[in-house]
């Protein structure tokens, strides 16, 4: 099963960081990919760009197009890795090690969806 593993953190908090701890930080996130990569087990994997970028589309009578993402939270989601996985605990382990010592991970089971298909 695939498991989606969320990225938040706070964007201020992130653009504050020096080169040199953004380089560990992603030097330690790109080793446990390449361990999953090298596993067969790693799918896509994405950094959004700044919240600044975003824009959202809200349901209405007719859709609304906004500036921004809108979130109901103080971190912003940053990125993802999608990830094969035998179980939830399997998954969390892989967020273990991904985490480092600042923001968090969200892991949630992934539904593939088909178009006239449906859900997988």
């Not at 040199?20 to 790693?42: N, P, S």
């Not at 007719?62 to 989601?77: I, N, R, S, Y």
Request: aromatic share 8%; net charge negative.
């Amino acid at each position: 099963m695939f498991y989606c593993i969320l990225c938040y953190n706070l964007e201020s908090e992130l653009q504050a960081w020096t080169r040199e701890k953004e380089a560990t930080v992603m030097a330690r996130r790109e080793a446990v990919a390449h361990m999953l990569a090298t596993e067969g087990r790693l799918g896509p994997v994405g950094k959004l760009m700044p919240t600044t970028t975003a824009m959202t589309v809200r349901a209405s009578r007719e859709p609304l197009v906004l500036d921004g993402p809108f979130a109901e939270t103080k971190e912003q989601l940053l990125g993802f890795y999608l990830v094969d996985c035998k179980s939830l605990e399997d998954a969390l382990e892989v967020a273990r090690r991904l985490v480092g010592e600042t923001g968090a991970l969200e892991v949630r089971p992934l539904a593939q969806f088909y178009p006239g298909i449906g859900l997988q």
